[in-house]
């Protein structure tokens, strides 16, 4: 008797088990919400303060007595620390042609800002202007108005200098003067309108960089009227300007070497897009790329240097002038172009466009021919061999039926959709390019999709409850007949 309830009772367990363990809801995983884990968002600081506009009767003079003035007035504050520097900012000064507008000298160690001001009318003689730093370090010159001066900015043995953001128009003599002053970053600046230069790089003014700025409109005065003038420095990184309606772009001149003067719009000047010359001393080894010269009314460079580089050896410049052709389309003229004067320069690899006459190549890597698949579609790899890609898609055809889709990738997968709606069969992939000339090129493979073996009816969901708890019942039922004949 005592076995047989042992058997009763593991029979009721093992029925409970099965029903369990083959119940979906067993496998389902419950995910717990745990809240939002997203990261504030980062707070923008520009550094400088909130604060009113000042319109000063008289000019900014700072002599090494930082700590002083931000004590004293309302419109500097700040410690002169890299994290809090000084600050002039929203300030607008007429100098009334006396002196410069803001002149600071022998600052060394402290870190300043000078922002969103208006200054006009410095003093034209003396070396005077808008802003004048004389032996200064770590400073930024930011979003200011510097104008009817008659030089913006002039910065004489000063480092580490950035002025960025600036409009500097209208200055009669020079936009921006560097003077024995190395190491400095002239940065998305707005300059025009002065009679000699531009941007005036001087005197031992070594490693500055010049970049994403627009010199234009800087002419007048006989011999002068440069975007860019470098005289005596070297190494500055002139890079991603735009140098238009000058007189002159650039004009490089002596001792100027090792100067790089890369991705420049230099267009519509009216004598030289670039000058090199060679006076009472020669500029060598200075590098041009990646420029666009188009000055239909001038000459695009005149190379009177030494050894002076006009292309990387892969890539040169883009010549408005140009004589040649490309006949491979790879975008480089097929003749070197000779740059005019005693330099004897050569762009050996200029960058020049004719037309594209040449179609695409394209190769399908994958799939193979005559590959075969069932349910999930096939997957693609494709090589392109074209500079001026406008589209490519594949086209799946076969027996009444033309499925096409435009890709966007060398590799992917024919869309699903598409290949659950075709039937088994052979079909042609055809991967199709053309390029922006409206040349085509293409390639085709076969594919085979494959019939499927059919497989047993699935149980409905909704009924494979009921078929459990019946086969539960039973069971029971079965357990209890089986104790009554015990009993009797």
């Given amino acids: 008797m005592k076995s047989t309830g042992i058997n009763n009772k593991l029979i009721i367990i093992l029925v409970l088990a099965t029903t369990i363990l083959l119940t979906p809801s067993f496998f389902i995983h419950s995910w717990m919400n745990v809240g939002n884990n997203s990261l504030p968002e980062k707070e923008e600081f520009t550094g400088l303060k909130d604060s009113a506009f000042w319109i000063l009767s008289s000019p900014i003079h700072i002599d090494n007595n930082w700590s002083a003035t931000a004590s004293t007035y309302d419109w500097c504050s700040g410690l002169g620390t890299p994290q809090s520097p000084y600050i002039i900012e929203n300030v607008t000064i007429d100098a009334q042609s006396e002196g410069s507008c803001i002149y600071i000298k022998n600052s060394y160690n402290e870190y300043f800002v000078i922002a969103n001001c208006l200054l006009i009318n410095a003093e034209a003689s003396g070396g005077a202007a808008g802003i004048k730093l004389d032996w200064v370090h770590n400073g930024t010159i930011v979003n200011c108005e510097i104008t009817e001066n008659y030089v913006g900015m002039y910065l004489s043995h000063s480092e580490n200098i950035t002025i960025t953001g600036n409009s500097i128009d209208n200055n009669p003599g020079q936009g921006i003067i560097l003077y024995q002053s190395k190491g400095n970053q002239i940065i998305d600046n707005e300059q025009s309108e002065s009679h000699y230069y531009g941007l005036l790089i001087n005197a031992g003014s070594d490693n500055n960089t010049v970049s994403g700025n627009y010199f ?273």
Avoid: C
């Fill in 216 to 488: 234009e409109n800087n002419t007048g005065e006989p011999t002068y009227g440069e975007g860019i003038r470098i005289i005596d420095s070297e190494s500055i990184n002139v890079t991603d300007n735009v140098l238009m309606y000058n007189d002159k772009g650039i004009k490089i001149q002596d001792n100027s070497n090792y100067n790089r003067i890369i991705n420049n719009t230099i267009h519509d000047n009216s004598d030289y897009g670039v000058l090199i010359v060679a006076e009472t001393r020669e500029s060598h080894n200075n590098q041009f790329s990646l420029n666009s010269f188009d000055n239909p009314s001038a000459q695009n460079a005149l190379d009177n240097g030494t050894a002076t580089k006009w292309d990387t050896g892969i890539i040169g410049n883009y010549w408005s002038d140009y004589g040649g052709v490309d006949a491979n389309d790879d975008g480089i003229g097929d003749s070197a172009y000779s740059i005019p004067g005693t330099g004897a320069g050569v762009d050996h690899f200029p960058i020049w466009d004719d037309g594209d006459d040449i179609a695409p190549i394209i190769t399908i890597l994958m799939p193979l021919n005559n590959s075969k698949y069932n349910t999930t579609a096939p997957t693609y790899s494709i090589t392109i061999t074209e500079l001026h890609i406008d589209t490519y898609y594949y086209v799946i055809s076969g027996p009444s039926v033309y499925e096409s889709q435009i890709i966007y990738s060398l590799t992917g997968s024919v869309d699903q959709s598409v290949w659950d709606t075709l039937p088994a069969g052979m079909y042609t992939l055809t991967v199709y390019v053309n390029d922006t000339a409206g040349n085509l090129a293409s390639d085709s493979i076969t594919i085979i999709k494959e019939s499927l073996p059919s497989t047993p009816q699935a149980i409905p969901f909704g009924n494979f409850y009921l078929i459990i708890s019946a086969l539960s019942i039973a069971l029971l039922l079965i357990s209890v007949k089986i104790k009554r004949n015990k009993i009797i």
